[in-house]
């Protein structure tokens, strides 16, 4: 079973994953797990291959049976989870300082199409809007167990970006802890909430809306902008802009529009930086603070375009080598209507 | 001139270096830059080149002019700077929330060796403790600064740990903040002196040598381990025995010894997993804390394994894949006075 450690001097948690545990000798440089090839009849993500998952905690058909084809949406436990749905609350301190808590969690693929080398920005409007569904659905299920305290969906795009398997999917992790970075921010938004009587992230939003200068579209509902304070060239926050604390209470309509905003946001990376490696991921409010009036849940880009290294890992501050400014006028102006040969004429 | 940012939400800073900048399309996969090819004629940091670079800031050199060669440690301006020593300290909010300052530092490379085919852990231990010692000189320099707040000495080994330059060195970064993640690391470490009377860094220090299995090697001064808590597979700390909150207090006896074990750990990396990329930073107390009892100085070693993904953007929990115990052990089986050729036959 995996196991939560909570690391003394930060407070911070830590996973370790012992049934996805590789052995030292597995780091040798040459012997590391390269990506999947691209054999289709094995994937098994890929319609006819169900079998080779386990059983399946949610999918969209519209015939066919449980866990055989005909979906396409489909959503699996992790065959090689960080977390799993058994254990105990418990946190122990066998070794005073050293407090641990079994891996206790659930840990999903989201598979978000049948076709095994579809491109996830360049999907039918539908298909997003039902991913997203999807994500709310697994959501709205995985907050009831007792144990969960905080779910994350994200999606890996690219071996560079963390992922091993090519065909489209997201993830979905539930953790049994509220990581202590988190609360930090939520203590901040709530102090500024008492202070201001205004939701931070909402001002926030407002203020990039009032300058404008790194929007990079916005709708009725939500606005795409790369942050003043950007850690990563062409990193992008989605947003929305009522508040909403915790991306399970969208709507199905919101969902529609979102997935159009969303889409977007990714072709214009996909076409203007030629497909680059990318990971996005929502951030939302801990289980049960779905309806807190502090914090405003919104889904976070980074294209994997620089390298993090040990100035960032001995200060945690981060070194971008582009404006926000300038990145967002260079997303503005790609076309998603056009293909990438294109582009490249224009 | 770069500038600093921060962050509204979580109030971390981040670096806008314009003066490193790159324009968005550089970016586009293909156009990106590629580590530099081995033309030790051409290379800044070798000897001979000294023109290449700008004023050397030290060197360690017997015979020869200010900026000849004739050195075998020496230490100058980044021709790329992160930050640079002119600006304000004034921290101004034109648009509200969204604060920021010069972007007011000093970022020094340390050429480590004249020899531009050199491995760092196949140094003599002799050039290692001079690396060290400038390392400690350099500090005390900095810290002199007005406006200087933190100091981080690091090591980037390898293109995916981000090097550029394949020429043996190391950087260092003074800030003109101290980051709210290290202000956090240490409130709770004051926290923790103020009810235990002891310092937190300490404690596990002595809790890491009591269990004994996460113990790498130790000497009369130092303790190498893979920490109970590591983020990511074989991360590595070496910490001093006694309590020292700042890298800058060591003698030049300890730097002697500490150049051994650095060597010795870096060595077992080279030899065991094959030369693989790493990180290593030395996290130090803040300037004018390097007498607090409540901080120990400790070097961390990442060795660039696996890929943090978009759990660990969203949640800030890291997800490792083997047990420091065991990789601990590995690790001590690791010989380091043979050649790989010996230790594969072994």
Same mark, same amino acid.
């Given at each position: 079973m995996p196991e939560l450690r909570q690391d003394p001097a930060t407070q911070e948690w830590?996973?370790?994953?012992t049934e996805r545990a590789r052995r030292p000798e597995d780091f040798v440089r040459g012997a590391r797990p390269q990506p999947a090839p691209e054999r289709a009849g094995l994937c098994p993500f890929c319609p006819g291959n169900e079998a080779l998952t386990p059983p399946e905690t949610l999918a969209y058909r519209r015939d066919g049976q449980v866990n055989g084809p005909g979906w396409w949406v489909r959503a699996v436990p992790n065959r090689y989870p960080a977390l799993v749905p058994e254990g105990s609350q418990d946190r122990t301190e066998d070794v005073r300082l050293f407090r641990r808590m079994d #891996?206790?969690?659930?840990?999903?693929?989201l598979i978000e199409s049948p076709d095994h080398r579809g491109t996830f920005c360049l999907f039918d409007d539908k298909q997003v809007e039902e991913v997203l569904l999807a994500y709310r659905e697994r959501y709205l299920e995985l907050s009831k167990q007792r144990w969960a305290r905080l779910i994350i969906v994200f999606r890996n795009q690219g071996v560079t970006a963390g992922?091993?398997?090519?065909?489209?999917h997201s993830q979905i992790i539930a953790t049994p802890v509220v990581p202590i970075n988190l609360r930090r921010k939520h203590e901040l938004a709530v102090?500024?909430?008492?202070?201001?009587?205004r939701c931070?992230?909402?001002d926030i939003v407002a203020q990039e809306l009032n300058v404008g200068r790194r929007i990079i579209l916005q709708t009725e509902d939500f606005v795409a902008f790369h942050p003043f304070a950007s850690r990563f060239p062409f990193e992008t926050w989605i947003a929305p802009l009522r508040l909403q604390a915790s991306f399970a209470l969208i709507t199905v309509d919101e969902a529609k529009r979102l997935a159009k905003v969303l889409k977007t946001v990714l072709a214009k990376l996909y076409y203007g930086l030629n497909d680059p490696d990318y990971n996005f991921v929502i951030h939302t409010a801990p289980v049960g603070d779905e309806h807190k009036e502090y914090y405003l849940w919104h889904l976070q880009i980074v294209p994997r375009l620089t390298t993090p290294? #040990?100035?960032?890992m001995g200060s945690g501050i981060f070194i971008t080598t582009s404006l926000p400014e300038d990145t967002a006028e260079f997303m503005r102006g790609v076309r998603v209507d056009a293909g990438p040969r294109e582009q490249a004429a224009a």
């Open positions: 830590v996973i370790v994953a #891996g206790l969690g659930q840990h999903e693929v992922t091993s398997l090519s065909h489209p102090r500024y909430y008492d202070s201001a009587g931070l992230y909402c290294a #040990g100035f960032e």
